[in-house]
């Protein structure tokens, strides 16, 4: 027994050593999987959203439902605004370079109200989100990293409710004035 003590001594401790690697491994292949269902859960969120944008009088752009409360077009330039900053930080990615300041530029973009304007930042800001999607390397997605310091499957799941729940309140902004979901008819 004595004369394999050193082989099970070897073993033992490189075992761990291997099984952490082999772990990061399916760690990387699970944030993969999960990278993809994301991506393609926000896909189906941003075709709702622009039936929505497009389905929606512009005319009816700076309604709101009350005092204080985001109108149709804030809330679909803030979901931009999630597109172009929130969903690439979410994989520790950047908004577009000519984005600006975030505490700046979100707010400015809430601004705009032309239908024609709203619909092309929607479409653009998608753009800019599924390529920063699609790049994001799954092996620098395990643990806890940057920007946020929560764990991708965290992100996502955080992300993709909160524009859900956008996706619902512009429903409910569309049946208030009358306007019923595309997909719905």
């Known amino acids: 027994m004595r004369s394999f003590m050193p082989v099970i001594l070897a073993v033992s401790f490189a075992a761990p050593s291997h099984l952490a ?23 189906t969120v941003h075709v709702k959203i622009l039936a929505l944008a497009n ?16 109108s149709i077009s804030e809330v679909l330039m803030h979901c931009a605004g999630e597109w172009y900053y929130y969903v690439p930080g979410s994989v520790g990615k950047k908004p577009p ?29 998608w753009a ?5 999607l699609a790049a994001a390397d799954p092996t620098t997605l395990t ?16 992300m993709s409710g909160d524009m859900h729940e956008h996706l619902g309140q512009l429903i409910t902004y569309a049946r208030s004035i009358g306007v019923k979901p595309p997909w719905s008819k």
């Open 55 to 70: 389905a929606i009088p512009a005319e009816k752009y700076t309604w709101r439902p009350a005092p204080g409360v985001r």
């Open 21 to 43: 690697r082999a772990q990061d491994a399916l760690d990387a292949k699970s944030v993969a999987h999960l990278r993809t269902q994301y991506a393609n859960d926000l896909d």
């Open 143 to 158: 643990g806890k990293y940057k920007p946020w310091g929560i764990t991708f499957d965290q992100a996502a799941f955080s």
């Open 128 to 132: 800019h989100s599924k390529t920063e």
């Open 97 to 125: 370079a000519d984005f600006g300041v975030p505490k700046e530029a979100l707010p400015k973009l809430e601004k705009t109200t032309a239908k024609a304007d709203v619909i092309a930042q929607l479409n653009k800001s």
